[in-house]
Nanobody, 119 residues
Framework: QVQLVESGGGLVQAGGSLRLSCAAS????????MGWFRQAPGKEREFVGR????????YYEDSVKGRFTISRDNAKNMVYLQMNSLKPEDTAAYYC????????????WGQGTQVTVSA
């Protein structure tokens, strides 16, 4: 049914940029909130930011504010995470997620894509 597939991860040097993509399929996401999370080895999964599909309203955690930007393409059912000024501490597996706008639970998850930032 609902499927989220991330792509765009890789190895970059500190100060570099990457754009992650999340292809969303299986239904209309007009009433959904799309989120990005990350998890480094030995650490808890961390919320990065989210976008309300219908309005485009975004919210970011303090650690990425001013560096990361979330956007969406309605026609293509794609969500993006543009990452600039990357730091070694951004190294993690990044996951796309989705939930209904009126619920707090993240119901759908992608498989993840690895981002490694070298010093």
């Amino acid at each position: 049914q609902v499927q989220l597939v991330e792509s765009g991860g890789g190895l970059v040097q500190a100060g570099g940029s990457l754009r992650l993509s999340c292809a969303a399929s299986g239904r209309s996401f007009s009433s959904y909130v799309m989120g990005w999370f990350r998890q480094a080895p030995g650490k808890e999964r961390e919320f990065v930011g989210r976008i309300v599909w219908s309005s485009g309203s975004t919210y970011y955690e303090d650690s990425v504010k001013g560096r990361f930007t979330i956007s969406r393409d309605n026609a293509k059912n794609m969500v993006y995470l543009q990452m600039n000024s990357l730091k070694p501490e951004d190294t993690a597996a990044y996951y796309c997620a989705a939930r209904r706008g009126d619920l707090g639970n993240w119901d759908y998850w992608g498989q993840g894509t690895q981002v490694t930032v070298s010093a």
